[in-house]
């Protein structure tokens, strides 16, 4: 495939990992001897991304040193955010950094491992040909972790709504294709799920659901668990 720039949403308090995440942000809680920042660099570098965009806002400082630390010369660039902007507003301002060609954003709390690496390739196959939004979903049974007992959207022919009761549960994978044209009339601080429900709206916003299981770190327990 094509190479591509990914960013790594980074500036959240982390809060359901409670103690853990005191004096360290979530990101740089370490599986098997490995941060899950660290995991999702070294995923998706090695299925082509070549330019990273990490943005922080809680205890950031522990993840710039880091990153200079372990990746001092990689294409890797930092985005603090003085107050919070919100997951929205977060991506948003990584296209002030960018060429403002699409980008794949990553929640950094999934533990990608190498048997999402082909899906994961699939779903980024047309990354510069998505005109607003593409969501990686994920089938309850393959979606492992922090989960809900309802679900997040539904899909049908590729087409994405929001979830309502006994549908299917399909969850957001952690992934998504965004294009800064779907930023255009907004604030500088608000959540991602208010452009999907606008995009839903318009029924614009498209998706696709993987095949491999999906492991959500979302929680003190599923950290623990892994």
């Not at 004096?23 to 330019?51: A, D, H, M, W, Y």
């Not at 929640?107 to 999402?116: A, G, H, P, R, V």
């Not at 998505?130 to 809900?148: D, H, M, Q, Y």
């Not at 696709?208 to 929680?219: P, R, W, Y």
Request: proline share 3%.
């Amino acid at each position: 495939m094509n190479s591509f720039s990914l960013m790594i949403m980074c500036a959240g308090f982390g809060s359901r990992m409670l103690d853990l995440t005191k004096n360290k942000p979530k990101p740089l809680l370490e599986i098997k001897n490995i941060t899950l920042l660290e995991n999702s660099i070294n995923f998706f570098l090695s299925i082509g991304c070549n330019r990273i965009f990490i943005n922080t806002h809680y205890l950031y400082k522990e993840i710039e040193n880091f990153i200079k630390k372990n990746f001092k010369d990689y294409p890797i660039s930092l985005v603090y955010e003085p107050v919070i902007l919100g997951t929205g507003g977060g991506i948003k301002n990584i296209f002030n950094f960018t060429k403002k060609e699409n980008i794949l954003v990553s929640n950094s709390d999934i533990l990608w491992q190498d048997k999402n690496k082909k899906d994961i390739i699939n779903f980024a196959r047309d990354i510069n040909d998505i005109k607003n939004c593409k969501l990686l979903l994920s089938k309850e049974k393959n979606f492992l972790g922090l989960k809900s007992s309802n679900g997040d959207f539904r899909i049908i022919n590729n087409k994405v709504s929001r979830w309502t009761k006994g549908d299917e549960i399909i969850f957001y994978s952690g992934l998504q294709i965004v294009s800064p044209n779907i930023f255009k009339n907004t604030t500088n601080i608000f959540p991602m799920n208010t452009i999907w429900d606008n995009l839903i709206k318009q029924n614009n916003l498209i998706g696709e659901v993987i095949d491999s299981k999906i492991t959500h770190i979302g929680d003190k327990k599923s950290f623990e668990e892994n």
